[in-house]
């Protein structure tokens, strides 16, 4: 399964909300994720990022690999924090985004059981990252203008030049 790579045009839509209680590939889905995101190397990976427009997403922060679907940010704290972010459909670059330090994450497992998820540090930063792929957000479109246009710079320095 390849992760698409910007400026592919499936990396801007919103993603429709995955079916687990009916949708017998989801499974599927989320081992090609799985296998995707540790090849890549990353922690994180959004169906979206392979083309595939349901909202599920996976991560592993050494804790085990975590499915969700149809994840949601239902709260997030008042205290942000400015750090680097990478991203496997933008290889090579990193640009300053601005997160909440926690959030509260609600979704479904594959069995369609209702999960919570409460992050801080990078976990919190991993589920903003990729539910933000999930609605055709990427950390380009989080940085500030400067910054976007030096990132899009080093990004097209790398990959055409």
Request: glycine content about 8%; hydrophobic content about 40%.
């Amino acid at each position: 399964m390849e992760i698409l790579a910007h400026p592919n045009p499936a990396l801007a839509q919103r993603a429709a909300d995955a079916e687990p209680g009916s949708d017998r590939g989801l499974r599927r889905l989320v081992e090609d994720l799985a296998h995707a995101m540790y090849d890549a190397p990353g922690v994180g990976l959004a169906a979206t990022q392979v083309g595939v427009l349901k909202r599920v997403l996976v991560y592993d922060i050494d804790d085990g690999l975590v499915a969700v679907c149809n994840p949601v940010i239902v709260s997030r704290s008042d205290e942000v924090e400015l750090d680097d972010e990478g991203c496997l459909s933008l290889p090579g670059i990193t640009v300053p985004v601005e997160r909440a330090c926690s959030v509260v994450c609600e979704g479904v497992d594959l069995d369609g059981h209702a999960m919570r998820i409460e992050g801080e540090g990078l976990l919190a930063r991993v589920l903003q990252h990729e539910t933000d792929h999930l609605d055709g957000v990427l950390i380009i479109d989080r940085a500030t203008a400067q910054d976007r246009k030096d990132a899009l710079r080093r990004y097209h320095e790398l990959h055409t030049g």
